[in-house]
């Protein structure tokens, strides 16, 4: 709590229920002392009335498109549109609600339900007669199932196996992951909410996120990773190459550009990064060589004959693997490929987390399993240097009795 004066008047600042409260007392400092004195007595005998007038009542759907409004001015386009996704499951849930009426109960509630959850209950699986370039008719396979958009969504397969293990995944409960982010998203939306006046409280700030989160690490072996390069279309391989060999993330290599690349001194700067800052990136002899080769179309690096940046692959990169006979695997995964093999080279952890753009080694920290040998490593750093001091016969001290 404190007084401060503004222009002529005193003014009382101090915090109730998490909630700054400033007060307008009057000319007069010692005046401000007594009702300063008399809110800390208040507070303290639970006889405190926050007088502040209680905002106007706000559905959550309003709310929230007032909030992915401002997430899409302020936040990269990469997580407003994971934002966007996640706030149709919320509001699945609290739309209807005014964000004043929801209470930290409702919120536990949800989330014991969302915890048993399946990921899509109402996938089904079909299949249907196909007329292919060649004019024959082909059978494929689908799985639809309701999309958070609101309209029934699809993918297709080739074989009847593959539609399978795509519903089983559906199937399956929704990861702590998945509804750690929901949770996140709710307690940012009620902070934004707080500091834009549309509410007084958090009660999803109490709530508690879920243990037992499990960091997914895929990783593709060097031999796994020359069979998928040997399968991948020519556009493609390229792009997948500079990914294992750099680390850099899908967005950062779609929007490379070859004003960034310095073949001179062989670095990659990017400028756009997740955590927004400049990120120089060293360029080994297989990237060189990969980028000296390829043709510019343009000033992207990777783009269509039309020299426009790419800004999806998603099925020339499946299908690359299910020829590699590589399950489970996502484009993201060759950035912890990338990770892995340089720590299981021995390569230092610090190193590895400047490479990747982590801020500091707690992302980075994933990968230390990798590399059994770094506590023994450090340790033996002592037998070097306590080698150059061999150790001195110690000499008895004679004891000096101080007292008469």
């Known amino acids: 709590m404190s007084v401060y004066q503004r222009g002529k008047n005193w003014y009382i600042d101090f915090t109730f229920k998490g909630q700054r409260v400033r007060e307008s007392i009057g000319p007069k400092r010692k005046t401000a ?202 556009y493609l391989r390229p792009i997948v190459t500079v990914a294992v060999h750099s680390g850099m993330r899908k967005g950062e290599l779609f929007g490379l550009k070859w004003a960034q690349v310095n073949f001179e001194q062989g670095i990659i700067t990017l400028h756009d990064t997740k955590n927004g800052e400049r990120r120089d990136i060293p360029m080994n002899e297989t990237v060189k060589t990969t980028l000296k080769g390829m043709e510019r179309k343009s000033e992207h690096v990777f783009c269509d004959e039309e020299g426009e940046a790419f800004v999806r692959m998603q099925r020339s990169f499946e299908g690359a693997l299910k020829k590699s006979g590589i399950e489970d695997f996502r484009f993201h995964d060759l950035r912890h490929t990338f990770a892995s093999n340089m720590v299981m080279a021995g390569e230092d952890l610090n190193t590895v987390r400047e490479l990747l753009g982590h801020k500091d080694l707690t992302m980075t920290l994933r990968y230390a399993h990798l590399s059994p040998n770094h506590k023994t490593r450090a340790v033996n750093v002592l037998d070097r240097i306590m080698s150059q001091n061999p150790p001195q016969s110690v000499i008895p001290q004679k004891v000096v009795s101080l007292s008469r």
């Open 33 to 234: 002392n007594e009702v300063i004195a008399k809110r800390k007595t208040e507070i303290a005998e639970n006889k405190y009335l926050d007088r502040r007038k209680d905002p106007d009542p706000v559905k959550f759907h309003a709310f929230g498109k007032e909030y992915l409004q401002w997430a899409r001015a302020n936040k990269k386009p990469s997580s407003w549109s994971r934002e966007l996704s996640t706030m149709r499951r919320l509001d699945n849930e609290f739309g209807e609600k005014a964000i004043q009426e929801i209470t930290t109960w409702q919120i536990e509630k949800w989330k014991a339900k969302r915890k048993e959850a399946i990921k899509k209950p109402d996938a089904v699986i079909g299949s249907r007669k196909k007329q292919g370039r060649d004019m024959v008719e082909r059978e494929v396979w689908y799985v639809e199932f309701t999309s958070p958009r609101g309209p029934k969504g699809r993918r297709i397969f080739e074989t009847k196996e593959g539609a399978e293990a795509y519903l089983k995944r559906l199937q399956t409960p929704i990861r702590p992951a998945t509804l750690n982010r929901e949770l996140s998203l709710l307690k940012h939306m009620y902070t934004k909410a707080i500091e834009w006046g549309k509410c007084k409280e958090n009660p999803a700030k109490k709530v508690k996120k879920l243990k037992g989160e499990v960091k997914r690490v895929w990783i593709l072996m060097p031999d796994e990773v020359q069979k998928l390069l040997a399968n991948c279309p020519e």
